[in-house]
């Protein structure tokens, strides 16, 4: 329990920082959308895009681990997605709430957890599993979100206009820099490094105290029903999913199948809050998810903790 106490707290110090400045009124209404833009436009991305120019091709060799935790995050998703467009349709939303489901806290929160239980080795998994969420999940999402969002009468206009906005997305345009970097093999000169490291490093912190701006100047949403199914597919499905795959059907070594499984329980990621908030698609029910899932997360994380023992790479 004290590992995952010593994990989440961080979480909520962070949340209950922004929801007192906005008690307080140390921080105005603009505050959240200010944050909100410097998240996305410029720490998000230097973090995404510094990720992908530094990874090796040693660190994502491991097709077994990759395929169960892409396969995982795709069930999840897909199973929000058919669940919301049987209720509303919009394909936007749907895309956020799929997203909220799958999009688990891997690098905030896995990443001091897996070094806790497993050290050193548990790190490059908790790596490839936030590349997969933060680049290739979010990326899906922004695609699916663009093509509602920009559809025009005729597929060809609305292609060029989704094609434009992902261009000029630089959440899209910065980890595709950096795997360019990367398959050209050219190093990350240390100025730059240097750059991206402390411009990235404030992405998480950022997040989670415009999460708390945000539940002190928003009403409750009336979206009770989502916030609940995203949370329970969140903690339930997607862990249960990912062990099927990584101890049935996929072949890895045993401490990779235990970090797959104890990444997929983690709950909701800021992710989908903040991409919420850039496209106007209803942030509360995104913030309560995150807020609850990791509330929650303090018994299902223990339990699953209790459970996996260290084992060997």
């Given at each position: 329990?004290?590992?995952?106490?010593?994990?989440?707290?961080?979480?909520?110090?962070?949340?209950?920082?922004?929801?007192?400045?906005?008690?307080?009124?140390?921080?105005?209404?603009?505050?959240?959308?200010?944050?909100?833009?410097?998240?996305?436009?410029?720490?998000?991305?230097?973090?995404?895009?510094?990720?992908?120019?530094?990874?090796?091709?040693?660190?994502?060799?491991?097709?077994?681990?990759?395929?169960?935790?892409?396969?995982?995050?795709?069930?999840?998703?897909?199973?929000?997605?058919?669940?919301?467009?049987?209720?509303?349709?919009?394909?936007?939303?749907?895309?956020?709430?799929?997203?909220?489901?799958?999009?688990?806290?891997?690098?905030?929160?896995?990443?001091?957890?897996?070094?806790?239980?497993?050290?050193?080795?548990?790190?490059?998994?908790?790596?490839?599993?936030?590349?997969?969420?933060?680049?290739?999940?979010?990326?899906?999402?922004?695609?699916?979100?663009?093509?509602?969002?920009?559809?025009?009468?005729?597929?060809?206009?609305?292609?060029?206009?989704?094609?434009?906005?992902?261009?000029?997305?630089?959440?899209?345009?910065?980890?595709?820099?950096?795997?360019?970097?990367?398959?050209?093999?050219?190093?990350?000169?240390?100025?730059?490094?240097?750059?991206?490291?402390?411009?990235?490093?404030?992405?998480?912190?950022?997040?989670?105290?415009?999460?708390?701006?945000?539940l002190a100047q928003s009403k409750p949403t009336t979206h009770h029903k989502t916030v609940w199914r995203i949370v329970a597919l969140k903690l339930i499905l997607h862990p249960l999913i990912a062990a099927i795959l990584v101890y049935w059907i996929f072949d890895m070594p045993p401490l990779w199948a235990q970090v797959a499984v104890l990444l997929a329980a983690l709950?909701?990621?800021?992710?989908?809050?903040?991409?919420?908030?850039?496209?106007?698609?209803?942030?509360?029910?995104?913030?309560?998810?995150?807020?609850?899932?990791?509330?929650?997360?303090?018994?299902?994380?223990?339990?699953?903790?209790?459970?996996?023992?260290?084992?060997?790479?």
């Amino acid at each position: 329990m004290s590992v995952i106490v010593n994990a989440v707290f961080p979480l909520f110090a962070l949340i209950l920082i922004g929801f007192l400045c906005a008690r307080s009124r140390v921080l105005g209404v603009s505050a959240v959308e200010s944050l909100n833009k410097f998240v996305v436009y410029m720490a998000l991305p230097a973090l995404l895009f510094q990720s992908m120019a530094l990874i090796t091709w040693e660190e994502i060799n491991q097709p077994g681990y990759i395929a169960a935790t892409v396969l995982s995050i795709a069930v999840v998703f897909g199973v929000s997605y058919a669940m919301d467009r049987k209720r509303r349709g919009r394909l936007a939303d749907a895309s956020l709430e799929g997203l909220a489901a799958s999009y688990g806290n891997a690098g905030f929160m896995g990443i001091p957890l897996c070094l806790m239980l497993f050290g050193d080795a548990g790190l490059p998994p908790v790596i490839i599993a936030t590349l997969l969420t933060a680049c290739g999940l979010f990326g899906f999402s922004i695609v699916l979100i663009e093509i509602d969002l920009q559809a025009t009468p005729g597929v060809w206009r609305t292609a060029r206009k989704v094609g434009r906005a992902l261009l000029l997305n630089p959440l899209v345009l910065a980890p595709t820099l950096g795997l360019f970097v990367a398959a050209m093999q050219w190093p990350l000169p240390y100025a730059i490094q240097q750059f991206t490291t402390l411009l990235g490093a404030a992405a998480s912190p950022c997040a989670l105290v415009t999460i708390g701006l945000f539940l002190a100047q928003s009403k409750p949403t009336t979206h009770h029903k989502t916030v609940w199914r995203i949370v329970a597919l969140k903690l339930i499905l997607h862990p249960l999913i990912a062990a099927i795959l990584v101890y049935w059907i996929f072949d890895m070594p045993p401490l990779w199948a235990q970090v797959a499984v104890l990444l997929a329980a983690l709950p909701v990621g800021t992710g989908p809050f903040m991409l919420a908030t850039l496209y106007q698609r209803e942030p509360a029910v995104a913030s309560r998810a995150i807020l609850l899932s990791t509330v929650l997360s303090l018994v299902t994380v223990s339990l699953l903790v209790s459970w996996l023992t260290p084992a060997g790479p």
